[in-house]
């Protein structure tokens, strides 16, 4: 395996620790006056989206994980398996929902998404940043609401329910950043 020294480690860099795979989530490279220089990390575990604190010194060994990614298109979900097609093979995958993590509310039929695999195993399932849906259910906006004046919740055809401006209504389109779950404007 190769190793990535302290000087290497930045944000996006993927590392194995114990078995699995992390992610440099943010780093704080530091050179004190005395003694040895370190870098102050956080990691993100790739399998459980668990984020940890961790500090390097310089003559750590640090193991570079590698991280294969395959591009999958959303088919449909039966019980607690969701099932995706390959690309490039058009193979059928089954991925259990504990590899979904909270990206199961913002499936939508035939959305792509990237799946991560460690070693051979799928370790997760990310979905585009940004994704464009339609509002199927929120209460009816009312004639001089404006965006400054408040929110109300909408259900998106996903499912998920997102908090909107009070003018959007029932059929229009909205983009949602899918990390936060946040309305981010109206999309044509």
Do not use: C, W
Request: proline share 3%; charged share 25%; net charge negative.
């Amino acid at each position: 395996m190769a190793s990535v020294g302290i000087n290497q480690i930045k944000v996006g860099v993927t590392i194995g620790l114990d078995s699995a795979p992390y992610v440099v989530v943010g780093v704080e490279h530091v050179k004190p006056g005395k003694g040895g220089a370190f870098a102050r990390t956080k990691l993100k575990n790739l399998k459980n989206g668990l984020v940890i604190e961790r500090t390097f010194r310089s003559d750590d060994k640090i193991e570079e994980a590698f991280i294969e990614e395959k591009s999958l298109t959303y088919s449909y979900h039966s019980g607690d398996f969701f099932h995706f097609i390959d690309t490039e093979t058009y193979e059928d995958i089954a991925i259990e929902r504990d590899k979904i993590h909270d990206s199961e509310k913002f499936l939508k039929d035939n959305i792509e998404v990237t799946a991560f695999y460690y070693k051979g195993e799928l370790v997760t399932v990310s979905l585009p940043n940004f994704v464009v849906y339609t509002i199927t259910h929120t209460e009816p906006g009312i004639k001089g609401d404006t965006a400054k004046s408040g929110t109300k919740p909408a259900t998106l055809e996903s499912g998920a329910v997102v908090q909107v401006p009070l003018f959007i209504d029932v059929g229009t389109k909205i983009k949602v950043d899918t990390r936060t779950g946040e309305y981010i404007e109206r999309s044509a």
